[in-house]
């Protein structure tokens, strides 16, 4: 063979071993990325658990006197509506953070809006929110500024925006539908 017809071979294999690293290197990089989204999966699976048992069958009688910003909210309904609303909040910003990655999940993840309409509907849920540290640990301050601009555009009547709404279905009135 002629030499130069070997430097070509030796070039076609310089390049393929080449190419063939690059592949090696976008394979690592996309096993990395569905890791790190199945570890933070687990974590906020076992989290998930855990609200979960901390709710335990006390969810609906809790959540209802917190809605209706019921003086007679015990120490317990104030453990589960807590747990409710770190669950929705972890929910909402693991969903957010999945589709980051690049991950298209099935699933609903609300609105700014409607979690706030969802969730922080009542006295006792806005206080939560003042309160809590999870919600400025795991959002971004933006989102944290923007659900407190909301809420403080939506001013004092959204603290009864549950309690208004519960009254209105028990009274089968017609509501306006929901935005």
Do not use: C
Not at 15 to 31: D, F, K, P, S, Y
Not at 66 to 89: F, G, P
Not at 93 to 113: H, Y
């Amino acid at each position: 063979m002629s030499s130069r017809f070997t430097d070509y071979l030796q070039l076609g294999a310089n390049i393929g071993i080449l190419a063939g690293l690059v592949l090696v290197g976008l394979q690592i990089r996309e096993a990395n990325r569905a890791t790190t989204a199945q570890l933070g999966f687990e974590a906020w699976n076992g989290s998930m658990a855990t609200h979960e048992i901390i709710m335990g069958e006390d969810l609906a009688s809790s959540w209802t006197k917190a809605q209706l910003n019921s003086d007679k909210l015990t120490a317990r309904d104030i453990t589960v509506v807590d747990a409710l609303l770190n669950r929705e909040w972890l929910h909402n910003a693991r969903v957010s953070r999945i589709s980051e990655l690049g991950f298209n999940l099935v699933t609903m993840q609300l609105t700014r809006d409607k979690w706030i309409y969802s969730f922080l509907g009542n006295e006792t849920a806005i206080r939560w929110w003042n309160n809590v540290g999870v919600s400025r640990i795991l959002s971004n301050p933006e989102l944290h500024k923007a659900i407190d601009a909301s809420l403080a555009e939506l001013g004092e009547d959204h603290k009864n925006y549950h309690k208004n709404r519960l009254t209105q279905i028990l009274s089968n009135e017609k509501s306006p539908p929901d935005e």
